[in-house]
């Protein structure tokens, strides 16, 4: 379910606590009015969060294909044998 927004008459969904858009309140389903600023400050962290982890799992990600042996390998103590 939808609910306009008073302020920016954007859409908001009924499940938010605050609009997206402006970050004004609505009564959403928790029903008490929570303070725009801490909305987004929670917001942050979540996205900093997220960052970090993305970080992290491109470094564990780069280690593991690190430690297995590359695809095709030069092998210099095998003599070629028909050259030219
Ligand atoms: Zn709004």
Same mark, same amino acid.
């Given at each position: 379910? =939808?609910?306009?927004?008073?302020?920016?008459?954007?859409?908001?969904?009924?499940?938010?606590? @605050?609009?997206? @858009?402006? /970050?004004?309140?609505?009564?959403? @389903? /928790?029903?008490?009015?929570?303070?725009?600023?801490?909305?987004?400050?929670?917001?942050?962290?979540?996205? @900093?969060?997220? #960052?970090?982890?993305?970080?992290? /799992? #491109? #470094? =564990?990600?780069?280690?593991? #294909?690190?430690? $297995?042996?590359?695809?095709?390998?030069?092998?210099?103590?095998?003599?070629?044998? $028909?050259? /030219?």
């Amino acid at each position: 379910m =939808l609910l306009t927004c008073p302020d920016c008459t954007g859409r908001v969904s009924s499940l938010a606590t @605050a609009c997206p @858009a402006c /970050g004004r309140p609505v009564g959403g @389903a /928790g029903g008490s009015p929570v303070q725009p600023q801490a909305t987004r400050r929670v917001n942050a962290f979540r996205v @900093a969060l997220a #960052i970090v982890s993305v970080v992290v /799992g #491109i #470094i =564990l990600v780069r280690r593991v #294909i690190r430690s $297995k042996p590359p695809p095709f390998r030069t092998t210099p103590d095998r003599p070629l044998q $028909k050259l /030219g």
